[in-house]
């Protein structure tokens, strides 16, 4: 019960921002890039996560751009910039249109991590579709814990109502 009152007021929450930058016409990239980061804050507050990216998705060229981030170490901001569909976590989530997630991935093998990836310090990582209207693809939500952890169905389907929740930012804000 106290884990779906804290579900409910985290996507309230999330909701209420960024309607607020809707009805006030924000269209401009820092407001964009604010709404974002503030979605990044609540989530990595919530879900104990340091790090997290929100990608969108480009059709043409197959691959992720990056439109924010959370606790990346500067060093990885240029590879994370770009990500071919397929590769690392939040490609392959991009590529199967589907929740990725990686209980530790210092200790990974599955092939589903970049090995760059392990710079991070996160182990327990998940990257979810952002869906726009008739699910078309339009990027990808991720965030890393530092510890080991298996992400629960409810921590998921929280993760995925937070991507619908940011998905008409991710239509307008650019890339970095």
């Excluded at 809707?22 to 980061?37: F, I, K, N, S």
């Excluded at 071919?84 to 589903?112: H, M, R, W, Y």
């Amino acid at each position: 019960m106290q884990y779906c009152l804290m579900t409910n007021t985290l996507l309230h929450d999330l909701e209420t921002r960024l309607a607020q930058s809707d009805r006030a016409g924000a269209q401009d990239l820092d407001a964009l890039r604010e709404r974002l980061a503030f979605a990044l804050e609540r989530l990595g507050a919530h879900f104990g996560a340091p790090t997290g990216t929100i990608h969108r998705a480009d059709a043409a060229t197959r691959e992720l751009r990056l439109l924010a981030y959370r606790g990346l170490p500067e060093v990885l901001v240029p590879i994370t910039s770009r990500i071919p569909f397929g590769k690392g976590i939040a490609g392959l989530c991009a590529e199967t249109v589907q929740n990725v997630t990686v209980c530790n991935l210092q200790t990974d093998d599955s092939g589903k991590a970049k090995p760059g990836a392990r710079l991070t310090g996160v182990e327990g990582a998940i990257a979810v579709p952002i869906f726009g209207a008739e699910q078309q693809l339009l990027g990808v939500l991720g965030i890393g814990k530092i510890e080991a952890h298996t992400y629960s169905e409810e921590e998921q389907r929280l993760l995925e109502g937070a991507a619908e929740k940011i998905a008409p930012l991710v239509t307008r804000a650019q890339p970095l």
